[in-house]
């Protein structure tokens, strides 16, 4: 499953076509009696950022079959300056301060799209 996001990530990074864009790959751990609230605060804040934040580009989480508490999300921003933004508005901060306590752990793990020139028809 993850070979396939991987490949997934990939081809969506091919979305950014300067070298400014922001891509990313957030890996979370959510407590597993908190997943179906934690479910509906991430959906509700990508809905929302996608649609009204034109510096987001793309926001697509995944769960992994095998491991239901394990959430891989596919983050692009038009640049760093969106991002700073992103993380300062008020739906963003109600997903985060609404799941503090539902995430085990996170990691970001910054990504270089393999050609950041080509763009998605």
Do not use: C
Request: hydrophobic letters at 45%; a positive charge; proline letters at 3%.
């Amino acid at each position: 499953m993850m070979k396939y996001f991987i490949i997934l990530a990939l081809v969506l990074s091919l979305k950014a076509t300067a070298q400014k864009h922001m891509v990313r790959l957030a890996k979370l751990e959510i407590d597993s009696a908190q997943l179906e609230s934690y479910q509906s605060f991430l959906k509700e804040e990508i809905e929302t950022s996608v649609k009204v934040e034109a510096g987001v580009l793309t926001l697509y989480a995944v769960f992994e079959k095998k491991h239901p508490t394990k959430v891989t999300i596919l983050e692009i921003y038009s640049d760093t300056a969106a991002y700073q933004s992103h993380i300062q508005t008020p739906h963003f901060l109600k997903y985060k301060n609404g799941t503090a306590n539902m995430v085990k752990s996170l990691e970001l793990v910054e990504t270089i799209p393999l050609i950041p020139e080509m763009k998605i028809k």
